[in-house]
């Protein structure tokens, strides 16, 4: 399993929390993302992060 990091953004693109999840597929952390996103009025969206590398970006303003 590889290690994730969740970062969620404020509405002016800050991070203000990070949520650590681990799973074996990029498809899978990003679902996961997603189920964590539990009060998106709260923030802009989500990045999902493996080491360096930006995995996903969501925007809460998407319908997906």
């Not at 949520?19 to 681990?22: F, Y």
């Not at 969206?45 to 590398?53: C, L, N």
């Given at each position: 399993m590889a290690p994730y990091r969740v970062h969620?953004?404020?509405h002016g693109g800050n991070v203000y929390a990070i949520?650590?999840?681990?799973h074996d597929h990029d498809e899978d952390a990003i679902g996961a993302a997603h189920r964590l996103n539990v009060l998106p009025h709260l923030g802009s969206?989500?990045?999902?992060?493996?080491?360096?590398?930006l995995v996903h970006r969501h925007s809460n303003r998407d319908k997906n």
């Open positions: 969620f953004l404020d949520h650590h999840v681990e969206g989500f990045e999902v992060w493996e080491d360096d590398r």
